[in-house]
Nanobody, 115 residues
Framework: QVQLVESGGGLVQPGGSLRLSCAAS????????MGWYRQIPGKQRELVAR???????NYADSMKGRFTISRDNAKNTVYLQMNNLESEETAFYYC?????????WGQGTQVTVSS
């Protein structure tokens, strides 16, 4: 089993920045992909960004240039630096891990972009 614990959400003004963290524990496996998804109220959960265990990244088009995903394999932690946030990006942000065993989700962290 894998446990994912997110942190770093909160309230930020439009144009501001936040950094999310997600620490993984359990049967992680050294070969995995970790990522962030978000669910805006009334919409389906969507990919924000993901990163493989060797550092290959993939971003949703609207996040390119503003968001940066990174990971520390020694700490089994993935980060999401979000810059120039927009009010429409208010959502629950979820950490995700995929390995050869399965797919796992964190509980989510709320990000609210509002003045």
């Amino acid at each position: 089993q894998v446990q994912l614990v997110e942190s770093g959400g909160g309230l930020v003004q439009p144009g501001g920045s936040l950094r999310l963290s997600c620490a993984a524990s359990g049967s992680i496996s050294s070969i995995n992909t970790m990522g962030w998804y978000r669910q805006i109220p009334g919409k389906q959960r969507e990919l924000v960004a993901r990163i493989s265990s060797v550092g290959i990244t993939n971003y949703a088009d609207s996040m390119k240039g503003r968001f940066t995903i990174s990971r520390d394999n020694a700490k089994n932690t993935v980060y999401l630096q979000m810059n120039n946030l927009e009010s429409e990006e208010t959502a629950f942000y979820y950490c995700n891990l995929r390995n050869r065993i399965g797919e796992y989700w964190g509980q989510g962290t709320q990000v609210t972009v509002s003045s």
